[in-house]
């Protein structure tokens, strides 16, 4: 599940956003992790872990 801040409802190329991810299977993660989004095959969208919520 992704969550985009509030008041964002879409995501354009070249913006810069910050989003909570709940991910549905567990992964090892860690603050400065690079990390790309992929749908159908297709990268997305790509970023840098900046922070692990418990």
């Given at each position: 599940?992704?969550?985009?801040?509030?008041?964002?409802?879409?995501?354009?190329?070249?913006?810069?956003?910050?989003?909570?991810?709940?991910?549905?299977?567990?992964?090892?993660?860690?603050?400065?992790?690079?990390?790309?989004?992929?749908?159908?095959?297709?990268?997305?969208?790509?970023g840098?872990?900046?922070?692990?919520?418990?």
């Amino acid at each position: 599940t992704v969550t985009l801040a509030e008041g964002t409802e879409m995501v354009m190329p070249g913006d810069n956003v910050s989003f909570v991810v709940e991910l549905i299977a567990p992964i090892a993660m860690e603050d400065g992790l690079r990390f790309a989004i992929r749908e159908g095959g297709r990268t997305v969208g790509a970023g840098v872990v900046s922070k692990i919520i418990k």
